[in-house]
């Protein structure tokens, strides 16, 4: 917040214009987009402030970054606001606190507020400043928070790739080695029509000449660096992802793999599957020329269920031939990752 203050005592010094847009963005959709852009293109320097309630589903934090990603050239506030949502014209009292709160995170002076809103007039004129209405009557772009909020799939194509990837669910498929999960992630990214995420853990191996004959010496380092370039790939996906995301492994199964080679349980803060489809070893193993772990399947099959039930999180076992996997896998999604809500 120093540096944002600084950058407004250097605008009033050299007598810029400055401009505020504020609100819930809750969340942020191109109806807000087409607001900021216009309000930047009419002022020397933009402040955007969310204000977040502390009892609203996505953290204003994760607004607020959303915002400063799709707004590089605008200086976007995280403002916790505890204040009431609305009140009438002629309650002062109301409009006093609004204005002290706008204050304490823009104290220089603010020369146009920009809103979409019928409140806007009322709140420059009391900040002091001009009022310019953009789009009130949503004509440019269609769009509320509150449709996006009910149907966000409906309106997906309203949001950011960022946001969007907020709503998409993650399938995740674990279990031990040679138990189909890579040929059944393919399988099911071409059903439901969308992205996949290849087990970057097998390229880490086969880049470090992992085989049978030469095992690679792993150490922690290797598998947080797999935890995170795993997530990294995860979310990437799920910007372009359609409803969910088939993941072949992600960072909890990293945890298990990390405790079958180093006897280390650990936990890596990763976002959590909304589904974790545990392949099962019923299937024959099938050697080629890296995979060390045929007598550990059983295993690591009870070491996944232990460490899902542990955690709490959904998870369907997926057993059987080629076909039975599939359509278990099929029929786990559409129950749990796809069900409305």
Same mark, same amino acid.
């Given at each position: 917040?120093?540096?944002?203050?600084?950058?407004?005592?250097?605008?009033?010094?050299?007598?810029?214009?400055?401009?505020?847009?504020?609100?819930?963005?809750?969340?942020?959709?191109?109806?807000?987009?087409?607001?900021?852009?216009?309000?930047?293109?009419?002022?020397?320097?933009?402040?955007?402030?969310?204000?977040?309630?502390?009892?609203?589903?996505?953290?204003?934090?994760?607004?607020?970054?959303?915002?400063?990603?799709?707004?590089?050239?605008?200086?976007?506030?995280?403002?916790?606001?505890?204040?009431?949502?609305?009140?009438?014209?002629?309650? =002062?009292?109301?409009?006093?606190?609004? /204005? #002290?709160? *706008?204050?304490? !995170?823009?104290? %220089?002076?603010? @020369?146009?507020?920009?809103?979409?809103?019928?409140?806007?007039?009322?709140?420059?004129?009391?900040?002091?400043?001009?009022?310019?209405?953009?789009?009130?009557?949503?004509?440019?772009?269609?769009?509320?928070?509150?449709?996006?909020?009910?149907?966000?799939?409906?309106?997906?194509?309203?949001?950011?790739?960022?946001?969007?990837?907020?709503?998409?669910?993650?399938?995740?498929?674990?279990?031990?080695?040679?138990?189909?999960?890579?040929?059944?992630?393919? =399988?099911?990214?071409?059903?439901?029509? /969308? #992205?996949? *995420?290849?087990? !970057?853990?097998? %390229?880490?191996? @086969?880049?470090?000449?992992?085989?049978?004959?030469?095992?690679?010496?792993?150490?922690?380092?290797?598998?947080?660096?797999?935890?995170?370039?795993?997530?990294?790939?995860?979310?990437?996906?799920?910007?372009?992802?359609?409803?969910?995301?088939?993941?072949?492994?992600?960072?909890?199964?990293?945890?298990?793999?990390?405790?079958?080679?180093?006897?280390?349980?650990?936990?890596?803060?990763?976002?959590?599957?909304?589904?974790?489809?545990?392949?099962?070893?019923?299937?024959?193993?099938?050697?080629?020329?890296?995979?060390?772990?045929?007598?550990?399947?059983?295993?690591?099959?009870?070491?996944?269920?232990?460490?899902?039930?542990?955690?709490?999180?959904?998870?369907?076992?997926?057993?059987?031939?080629?076909?039975?996997?599939?359509?278990?896998?099929?029929?786990?999604?559409?129950?749990?990752?796809?069900?409305?809500?």
């Amino acid at each position: 917040m120093a540096s944002d203050l600084a950058r407004l005592i250097r605008i009033r010094r050299t007598g810029m214009t400055t401009g505020l847009v504020f609100g819930k963005f809750y969340p942020p959709h191109r109806g807000h987009k087409h607001l900021i852009d216009r309000a930047a293109t009419l002022c020397d320097h933009l402040t955007v402030m969310v204000m977040a309630a502390g009892n609203e589903d996505i953290p204003g934090d994760l607004r607020t970054a959303w915002l400063r990603e799709t707004h590089p050239n605008v200086t976007v506030l995280h403002t916790p606001y505890a204040l009431r949502q609305s009140w009438p014209e002629e309650d =002062e009292i109301s409009w006093a606190r609004f /204005t #002290a709160f *706008v204050r304490t !995170y823009h104290p %220089e002076r603010i @020369d146009r507020v920009f809103t979409s809103e019928w409140y806007g007039p009322s709140a420059a004129r009391r900040l002091g400043a001009e009022h310019v209405s953009v789009d009130p009557q949503r004509r440019t772009v269609p769009i509320s928070s509150t449709l996006v909020r009910q149907s966000p799939w409906r309106y997906a194509a309203y949001l950011e790739p960022c946001v969007r990837a907020y709503y998409v669910k993650r399938v995740v498929l674990c279990g031990a080695e040679s138990t189909g999960k890579t040929t059944l992630a393919q =399988e099911l990214a071409q059903i439901f029509e /969308t #992205a996949w *995420v290849t087990e !970057y853990g097998r %390229e880490f191996s @086969d880049a470090a000449g992992h085989t049978i004959e030469r095992p690679h010496a792993w150490r922690p380092e290797d598998f947080a660096a797999i935890a995170g370039e795993q997530e990294r790939r995860i979310g990437n996906a799920s910007r372009s992802a359609n409803r969910l995301v088939i993941c072949d492994t992600d960072a909890l199964a990293t945890q298990v793999w990390q405790e079958r080679y180093l006897g280390e349980q650990v936990h890596y803060p990763y976002p959590r599957a909304h589904l974790y489809l545990l392949t099962d070893p019923g299937i024959p193993f099938v050697q080629d020329g890296t995979r060390d772990g045929e007598r550990y399947r059983a295993w690591m099959t009870q070491r996944f269920r232990d460490v899902l039930a542990a955690e709490g999180l959904p998870f369907s076992e997926i057993s059987g031939g080629r076909e039975a996997r599939r359509g278990a896998a099929i029929e786990a999604i559409e129950r749990h990752a796809l069900r409305p809500g």
